[in-house]
C-alpha cells in the first residue's frame, strides 16, 4: 500500500466508510465521516478568516477528536499546523508566536492569560458544519504540513518545518517494514506537540484504523493510569521507553489481559535490553520494534525488530537499519573511537530547515549531493554494516522521559534569576545509559544565604522556573554549591559539572 496524498487518503476513506471509527477518547468515539465533516469545516472557517497565505496557525489544545480536525482543516486551507500542548506555560504560547510570526491561534481550549494582541483567535463554537472544500488548497509537496517546536539554545525554540513529502516518505515507510496488522487500532498516548505522536496519527488514518487515546492527564496521574489502561483495546502500542516502563507497575499489562496487542514502536530515547526482556515475558509473541530518528528527520529513520537472536547478540541494544530512501553516514572527526562519530542524515523526510532561523539551519543542515536535504544530528554513533548503534549526544542536548531538551535553554533562565550567579542543569544517567534525573548544580550570589533559607531560593528559582519551561524541563533537585568549574574561557565547565554528577 502506497500513500501518495495525505488528506486525500483520508478523505478516501470517508467516503468509502463513513461509519468506520477513527477516534476512541476514553470510550467517546468519532467516525471517518466525522472527520471529514468536521475538517471541512474547519477548512472553511479558516479560509473565510483571511489567514495570509502559506501562513501557519497555531493550535493550542489537547488530544480530543476537535484537535486532529482541527489538523485536518488547516491543511485543506493550505496552512501548515503548529500544534502547542495546553498544559505548557503561558510563555511558550508567546515564544513560538514571536519565532513563527503566526498570526492566528486555534484555541481548542482556553488559552491562556497573557497578551494576545498579536493573534486573532479561532474557536470551535464558530465553526458552523455543512461546508465543503475544494481540493486545491490542500498542502501539497515541498508546502509545510506541520511544524513542531522543540527546545533552544538560547531560550527561544526552535519550529522544525515537514512537508507533505517529509511526512509521505515516514508514513510509507512505517506502513511498509514494521508488519503493521490491517486497519490498526494505535494508542495514541503521546501529546501532539511531540513528534511521536506522528508515529500514531497518520498510519492509522490512512489505512482506516483507529487512534485509542490516552489523554496526557491520565498519564500523569498513576492512580487514573492503571485504572484506564486495562479498559481499552488497541493492537499497536507507541511510546518512548520510559512511558512502557512505568506501565510495568500495572500488574494486568500483560498479553493475558491485552490479547488484541501485538505491536510495540519505541522512539524519543534509547532502549534498555532490561525492558525487553520484561515485554518478552509479558507479551511472548509480540512484535518489538526499536526506532531511531529526530524530528528533523520526521519522526523516526531507522527500526529493527528485537528479535531473541538481537538479545543474545547485543548488551546495549541497536537503533535499525535506514529506511530505504535514507542514507546515514558517520562524522569521524567528532569520534572518540575509530568508525564512531556523528550521525548524519540524509533523504526525502529531513526537513527543509527551522522556521524563520536561517543561522541555526545553515549549522545543522546542507543540500547532499543528491538534491535531498542532509542533517546533522548531534548525535554520536557507529555502523556496523548496515546496523545503526548510538553512543550518546556529542553536545549538550538530552533525551529524558522521550522529550528533547536543550539544557542551555534551562540554563539560560536558571542564570537569569535574582539569586544565581551560575547555574547548569547535569543529566544524572542510570545504568542502561538513559537520563532518570535533572539536577541543578547552582552557584549563588555572594551573601544570598546570609538572609535567606535555602529552602526559599530554591522555591524563588522554581518560581522563575515554571514561568519559562515546559514541566518535563524543571529540575528535580537543586544543588547549591560553593563554586562551579569554570572553563579557560571564563565560562562554567558545563562538561566537567555533568562528569561530576556522574561520578
Known amino acids: 500500500m502506497i500513500i501518495k496524498d495525505v ?38 472557517y479558516i479560509a473565510s478568516s483571511n489567514v495570509p497565505a502559506g501562513e501557519p496557525i497555531l493550535i ?6 476537535e484537535m486532529v480536525a482541527s489538523f485536518l482543516g488547516c491543511v485543506k486551507s493550505g496552512h501548515a499546523y503548529v500544534p502547542i500542548a495546553s498544559y505548557s506555560n503561558a510563555e511558550r504560547l508567546t515564544l513560538i508566536q514571536e519565532v513563527s510570526e503566526a498570526s492566528f491561534v486555534i484555541a481548542i481550549n482556553d488559552l491562556p492569560d497573557v497578551d494576545l494582541s498579536k493573534l486573532t483567535v479561532l474557536k470551535p463554537s464558530a465553526v458552523t458544519d455543512g461546508a465543503s472544500v475544494s481540493e486545491d488548497s490542500f498542502v501539497e509537496g515541498d508546502e509545510n504540513y506541520y511544524i513542531i517546536f522543540t527546545s533552544g539554545t538560547t531560550g527561544k525554540p526552535k519550529g522544525v518545518q515537514i512537508s507533505h513529502d517529509n511526512l509521505l516518505s515516514f508514513i510509507n515507510w512505517e506502513l511498509k517494514d514494521f508488519k503493521l496488522p490491517e486497519h490498526p487500532a494505535f494508542l495514541a498516548q503521546a501529546p501532539y506537540s511531540f513528534d511521536l505522536s506522528v508515529m500514531s496519527l497518520y498510519p492509522a488514518l490512512v489505512t482506516g484504523g483507529k487512534l485509542v487515546v490516552l489523554p496526557h492527564e491520565v498519564c500523569e496521574n498513576f492512580g487514573k493510569l492503571f485504572q ?35 505491536h510495540f514502536l519505541f522512539c524519543g530515547e534509547e532502549l534498555p535490553h532490561s525492558e525487553v526482556d520484561t515485554l518478552k515475558s509479558r507479551f511472548p509473541g509480540s512484535h518489538i520494534f526499536n526506532t531511531y530518528g529526530p524530528t528533523e528527520a520526521t519522526v523516526a529513520v531507522t527500526q529493527v525488530e528485537i528479535t531473541d537472536e538481537i538479545l543474545a547478540k547485543y548488551d546495549r541494544l541497536p537503533i535499525g537499519i535506514a529506511k530505504e530512501d535514507t542514507i546515514i553516514t558517520i562524522d569521524e572527526s567528532s569520534g572518540e573511537k575509530p568508525g564512531e562519530g556523528e550521525i548524519l542524515l540524509n533523504g526525502p523526510s529531513v526537513s527543509k530547515g527551522y522556521l524563520n532561523n536561517p543561522e541555526k539551519t545553515e549549522a545543522a543542515f546542507f543540500k547532499g549531493k543528491n538534491g535531498y536535504q542532509s542533517y546533522r544530528t548531534g548525535d554520536a554513533g557507529f555502523l556496523d554494516r548496515d546496523m545503526l548503534f548510538y553512543r550518546g549526544r556529542i553536545d549538550f542536548q538530552i533525551k529524558f522521559n522521550g522529550y528533547r531538551i536543550e539544557l542551555e535553554e ?39 544565604l546570609d538572609n535567606h533559607t535555602e529552602k526559599e531560593v530554591t522555591a524563588s528559582i522554581r518560581k522563575d522556573l515554571t514561568e519559562n519551561v515546559m514541566p518535563y524541563m524543571m529540575p528535580q533537585r537543586f544543588v547549591f554549591r560553593d563554586a562551579l568549574p569554570i572553563s579557560q574561557n571564563g565560562k562554567v565547565d558545563i562538561k566537567a559539572v555533568i562528569s561530576e554528577v556522574n561520578s
Open 7 to 44: 488528506i486525500k487518503s483520508i478523505d478516501q476513506i470517508a467516503e468509502k466508510d463513513p461509519s468506520r471509527v477513527c477516534y476512541d477518547y476514553l470510550g467517546e468515539t468519532s467516525t471517518y465521516g466525522e472527520l471529514k465533516a468536521r475538517s471541512d469545516a474547519w477548512a472553511s
Open 60 to 65: 493550542w489544545g489537547d488530544q480530543s477528536f
Open 228 to 262: 484506564v489502561l486495562p479498559t481499552i483495546d488497541f493492537n499497536v502500542w507507541v511510546s518512548t521507553p520510559s512511558f512502557a516502563q512505568l506501565c510495568f507497575l500495572d500488574k494486568t499489562f500483560d498479553s493475558e489481559h491485552h490479547p488484541e496487542l501485538t
Open 410 to 448: 534551562i540554563n539560560f533562565y536558571l542564570s537569569k534569576n535574582e539569586f544565581v550567579r551560575y547555574g547548569v542543569v547535569a543529566p544524572k544517567y542510570d545504568k542502561d545509559h538513559k537520563v532518570k534525573q535533572l539536577i541543578a548544580q547552582i552557584e549563588l550570589n555572594d551573601g544570598v
